[in-house]
């Protein structure tokens, strides 16, 4: 990957984004020409992952050259930039051929990780598989300019809903894995997230007391690794793979902000609480990290959850047709197709809160691009119904321009791929997109007749 | 080889008749087809069960602390009240058979270790003044060895070995040669200690010989049982000792560590995750249809429940007062919301005695019906599936895929639910479980979705009467109470939450097994609740452990 240097990227800002190209060449001789500057900008993912499906009767649109998705409206005026999938499957969140209770758990559980999360039984640990975000992020994090967070992951509120059982909420809590066993918690308290930006240690003295804290607990825990059971041993490896990682955040949060990129000098986000009275706020906030985190290059990979993948909350602030406020819950609304103008409600909602998201990407310039340019940024939801828990046809929107690997002008704004075509291909043409080396496959299908465990779960790499 | 021999029949029996397929290929079973033992009364003169059951008993992951113990350890260890385990994120204890306690999901990801790190560092900054060694300048000062190994003794709940008090001299050493005094070594020493694994981990090593735990781990699986916190003083005297698998030693200790208020974050603990009464923390009905459903009811509700399992416990109660005894839990405020007549003195919650039965046990448990409505009305489902999930563990199966959804004309006025339900049950895919769940709600219907209690529902008169699918008929909470203490399964499931929860792991089959003697002893030997916590407490189950898990 070519680097984008900071010098460059600091001339960018103070030359403004106003800059023609035939300056750049003079200034960077001919070679400019062939560097697409889009291209060797960083590339950041962001994944916004939607609970309870969608009331996709009115997701697609019926005739894509009228446009007229209700749920979508919202999006009008990003509608240059970004396509919607139709077509997608996550086969490996259907657990019906197996008479377990696949639902909700298999939605979320399995969307990143393309792998059937494993039910709980006693002695056995929940296990799926690394998830496609924290791939990227591994890379990252192991490459010469790795960033201060290698990966954020965010979550609009903090209720806890429905037990998920079989498939416990570990499964329903968290769409990112950086191991098998390990979900990562989706982050609520933005206010704690937004001071962790920016906390180093205070002292250069008390990151050394810190290091040599973690270093002798590494020393004990490596002694007291060797006589547990195999089994404990995992969750110890968990711990200390972890102290490992903290020492190593230690340095690297003290390294200087990246503000010749456009960082803020006074970084501010809205004041908020992750509890369900400030949900609006609170969401707001998360998509203000998101950003935030891009714009200083703090990560280039951020997945945020709308809410825990069975949210039963309400919306209050919302009103249905009938102008009473939106009450009932929203997983118990989407079994109800009573209920079915109230959930279009909240779906409609979702998406103007994403096209704020994007209003913000594009406001922030990159040199003469915008952070969405340099960007991919997914909504997706784990179900296409959550009525009748269905997981082909799942809606998938791609934005942004993945820092040149899309030009969203030239790409159809609708694409009907055909039926069940696996969910991990997407995936795979996302990896394409944001990796030096992505993989060659991703997932692994549990095929439900007992056989062909192991076998990839794609089918082939999605081109976009 | 009888358990063996009575599953595979009851396997057989359901196949030829009982199990229905239902048309989407899906296969629901009546919830009460589970196999049972049909020797449990001749080994019912022995609580060692183990053996009877031929099963072993069983192996425990590495249990991290959850937030709740953390806070707790923090207090008994440094005396420190500040609960900074309030600041970590949410979710951080994944939640496992239905309780945050579960070895298999307490995951140490990087949120969960920063946090443990942060916290680390703000307590030893608060370290009070017991644990420091004023005027005194080198790390080798008694003072300091011994301050430091009697921490590192308590928080690790264990005897340490001079190499680990090494260890934290060194960190003393460290802070002095930086120029900095011994009472900051000190901190930086606490700091190791809290991020130890030996403190963070409830540490149960393999044996050489044999699946015995040791004194010292069966001291800390009874305090993290009963006081969700470490062993005190008196207990980790009794480990050294050697005692505590004396049964009368640790029965002794378990009875007082019952008696002591600590035991009441136990008691609160695994009764608002059984009874699913945690989630009125952020549950909110519609204020515009329920005005009268206040912040401070919700909140009394909840102490309601928690606090009649507490004396149910506490005082030794029978089981089957969990669904029919005559006595509940009130405050003014509950009183006055219930509209009852009984008195009530003070603004404390009192033992009641109730006379009409509607308010009776669990099932009248206002927290109970809030947390299974909706924000605007109730659901026969989801009170039917608590029922059998938490009374009888019999969690019916998720409904099959294509489900005919409530149709407008099913919500047309005039129709309580209850009517609405008989015609979704009209589909054959739907019928053999909602059979199951739906009458058990139907009973409960006089109590609305804020719990008042009702004559009418959309208009049209409740019709409580119904009948389990095993045939008992009952007619509103009161009798399906009767119905549900004298199925077998009420106190083998609630020996199975209390085990679940003791044991931090889901139960096994072989577990089931050892758990109904239990329950059929202490039955037939007319003990009570807390009898039933010193039987599984005494059993192989609380003072074994196999070295590894089992292939699976």
């Given amino acids: 990957m070519i680097q984008f240097s900071k010098s460059r990227r600091a001339f960018l800002k103070g030359a403004g984004s106003c800059i023609a190209l035939p300056f750049l060449e003079s200034i960077f001789g001919a070679e400019a020409r062939s560097v697409d500057l889009i291209g060797s900008a960083p590339r950041r993912l962001c994944i916004i992952y939607g609970a309870n499906g969608v009331y996709h009767p009115d997701w697609y649109p019926t005739d894509g050259s009228n446009w007229n998705s209700k749920i979508l409206a919202p999006m009008q005026r990003h509608s240059s930039n970004y396509t919607l999938l139709k077509g997608l499957y996550n086969r490996n969140a259907d657990y019906r051929a197996v008479s377990l209770r696949g639902g909700h758990g298999g939605a979320s559980g399995a969307y990143l990780t393309a792998i059937r999360p494993r039910p709980i039984l006693p002695g056995v640990f929940p296990q799926v598989g690394m998830s496609m975000d924290q791939i990227i992020a591994a890379e990252i994090a192991a490459s010469h300019n790795a960033t201060r967070i290698p990966s954020l992951q965010l979550m609009g509120r903090t209720g806890f809903d429905i037990d998920t059982e079989e498939l416990p909420p570990v499964y329903t809590n968290s769409i990112s894995w950086s191991s098998p066993t390990t979900s990562l918690i989706m982050e609520t308290n933005c206010r704690k997230t937004f001071n962790s930006f920016f906390a180093g240690q205070k002292t250069p003295q008390q990151r050394m007391y810190s290091k040599s804290v973690l270093d002798s607990v590494l020393e004990s825990g490596n002694r007291l690794r060797n006589q547990v059971s195999r089994a404990d041993q995992m969750r110890l490896d968990e711990y200390l793979t972890n102290i490992r990682a903290l020492e190593v955040k230690l340095d690297v949060l003290d390294q200087p902000l990246y503000q010749e990129a456009g960082c803020p000098l006074n970084p501010k986000i809205t004041n908020s609480s992750p509890d369900d009275d400030h949900y609006q706020e609170n969401l707001k906030a998360v998509f203000e990290l998101a950003a935030l985190a891009f714009q200083c290059d703090l990560t280039r990979v951020v997945t945020i959850m709308l809410s825990n993948e069975v949210s039963n909350m309400n919306y209050p602030f919302l009103n249905d047709s009938l102008g009473r406020p939106i009450m009932g819950g929203h997983h118990s609304m989407t079994h109800d197709t009573e209920s079915a103008d109230r959930v279009i409600q909240i779906n409609k909602w979702e998406m103007s809160q994403v096209a704020k998201f994007l209003d913000q990407m594009t406001s922030i310039k990159e040199g003469s691009r915008t952070l969405l340019d340099n960007s991919l940024v997914v909504f997706g939801t784990g179900m296409r119904d959550s009525q009748t828990h269905q997981y082909d046809n799942l809606p998938f929107l791609l934005a942004g321009g993945g820092g040149g690997r899309i030009d969203q002008s030239k790409i159809a704004r609708f694409r009907d791929l055909g039926q069940e075509v696996p969910l991990s291909n997407a995936w795979l043409g996302i990896m394409d997109m944001m990796m030096d080396s992505p993989p060659k496959t991703f997932g692994q299908y549990w095929d439900p007749s007992g056989g062909n465990i192991g076998r990839p779960d794609s089918t082939g790499i999605l081109t976009f | ?552």
């Fill in chain 2, 1 to 552: 080889m009888s358990f063996k021999l009575k599953s595979n029949m009851t396997f057989l029996t359901v196949l030829s008749g009982v199990m229905l397929l239902t048309s989407c290929g899906r296969i629901c079973l009546p919830f009460f087809s589970n196999c049972h033992r049909d020797d449990a009364e001749s080994n019912a003169n022995s609580d060692d069960a183990l053996s009877k059951c031929r099963g072993n008993p069983g192996w425990s992951a590495i249990r991290r602390l959850n937030k709740t113990e953390y806070n707790n350890t923090i207090r008994d260890l440094l005396g420190d009240n500040t609960n900074p385990a309030d600041q970590f994120s949410a979710n951080s204890d994944g939640i496992n058979n239905g309780f945050d306690n579960n070895g298999e999901s307490l995951a140490v990801g990087p949120s969960q270790v920063n946090d443990f790190f942060t916290a680390a560092q703000e307590v030893s900054l608060n370290l009070q003044e017991q644990f420091t060694c004023p005027g005194v300048t080198s790390a080798r000062d008694t003072c300091v060895l011994k301050t430091l190994a009697k921490l590192a003794m308590k928080a690790y709940r264990r005897p340490i070995g001079d190499s680990e008090v090494a260890d934290l001299v060194k960190l003393v050493d460290l802070a002095l040669a930086n120029g900095e005094s011994v009472e900051y070594g000190i901190k930086i020493a606490v700091q190791r200690i809290l991020m130890s694994p030996d403190f963070l981990f409830r540490v149960e090593l393999p044996k050489d010989n044999g699946i015995e735990l040791t004194d010292f781990e069966l001291a800390s699986r009874l305090s993290y049982f009963l006081w969700n916190s470490m062993p005190d003083d008196d207990l980790l005297n009794a480990a050294a000792t050697g005692s505590l698998h004396n049964p009368e030693e640790l029965t002794r200790q378990t009875l007082r560590l019952l008696n002591d208020p600590k035991a009441a974050d136990f008691t609160a603990d695994f009764a608002e995750q059984w009874l699913e009464t945690r989630r009125l923390k952020s549950t909110s009905p519609d204020a515009t249809i329920f005005p009268g459903f206040t912040k401070e009811v919700n909140i009394s509700m909840q102490t309601q429940a928690t606090s009649f399992f507490d004396v149910i416990l506490r005082e030794n109660l029978a089981i089957r007062s969990l669904v029919t005894g005559t006595f509940t839990m009130l405050n003014p405020v509950l009183a006055n919301y219930y509209k009852t007549t009984v008195p009530t003195q003070g603004d404390s919650f009192q033992k009641v005695q109730v006379s009409d039965g509607t308010r009776r046990g669990v099932l009248g448990l206002g927290a109970f019906h809030v947390s299974t409505s909706n924000p605007d009305g109730t659901s026969l489902v989801k009170r039917g599936k608590w029922v059998l999930k938490n009374l009888l563990c019999k969690s019916p199966p998720p409904p099959p895929p294509n489900i005919p959804p409530l149709t407008a004309q099913s919500h047309a006025p005039g129709l309580a639910q209850r009517k609405r339900m008989e015609m979704h049950r009209a589909d054959p895919s739907c019928s053999s479980c909602h059979a199951n769940m739906d009458p058990i709600g139907a009973s409960l219907e006089n109590f609305d979705a804020v719990s008042v209690w009702r004559h009418q529902d959309n208009g049209a008169d409740i019709d409580v009467s119904g009948k389990l699918v095993t045939g008992e008929p009952f007619n509103g909470p009161e009798e399906l109470a009767a119905v549900i203490q004298n199925r077998p399964e009420f106190p083998e499931c609630f020996a199975e939450k209390i085990a679940t929860y003791a044991l931090g792991r889901g139960m096994r089959e072989t577990d089931k097994c050892v758990l109904n003697d239990m329950v059929a002893l202490n039955q037939k030997q007319e003990g009570g609740a807390r009898d039933l916590v010193l039987r599984i407490v005494n059993s192989s189950l609380f003072t074994k452990r196999l070295p590894d898990r089992e292939d699976k």
